[in-house]
């Protein structure tokens, strides 16, 4: 089972930024970030995934694309979450989740492995 380490969550005020890293035991072909807000349903909001072949994919949902990017190092085991503008509805609970692709489908993904989260307070 992949172990994954989330750190670089914190508070910060409206239009700040932040960096979020998770650090992986080792590779997986899809690693994202999910978030929980308090009363509301987990939401995947970025993915990068791999075919192992050389082709790969990211996606970022509406609610955060044009202000968050996902990215990786060289060595694929540590994926960082850059977010900037954030905005007080960015608040949740940050978790990274790592797991295959599903029938073998770049972006498309199970997530079996997760990280214990990191929190992010987005003040007004």
């Known amino acids: 089972q992949v172990r994954l380490v989330e750190s670089g969550g914190g508070s910060v005020q409206a239009g700040g930024s932040l960096r979020l890293s998770c650090a992986a035991s080792?590779?997986?072909?899809?690693v994202a970030w999910w978030r929980q807000a308090p009363g509301k349903q987990r939401e995947v909001i970025a993915v990068?995934?791999?075919?192992?072949?050389?082709?790969?994919?990211?996606s970022l949902s509406d609610s955060v694309r044009g202000r968050f990017t996902i990215s990786q190092d060289d060595s694929k085991r540590a994926t960082y979450l850059q977010m900037n503008n954030l905005k007080p509805e960015d608040t949740a609970t940050y978790f990274c989740?790592?797991?295959?692709?599903?029938?073998?489908?770049?972006?498309?993904?199970?997530?079996?492995?997760w990280g214990q989260g990191t929190q992010v307070t987005v003040s007004s």
């Open positions: 080792e590779n997986s072909a899809c």
């Open positions: 990068i995934s791999t075919d192992g072949i050389g082709e790969s994919a990211k």
């Open positions: 989740a790592a797991g295959p692709l599903r029938g073998g489908r770049i972006g498309e993904c199970l997530y079996p492995a």
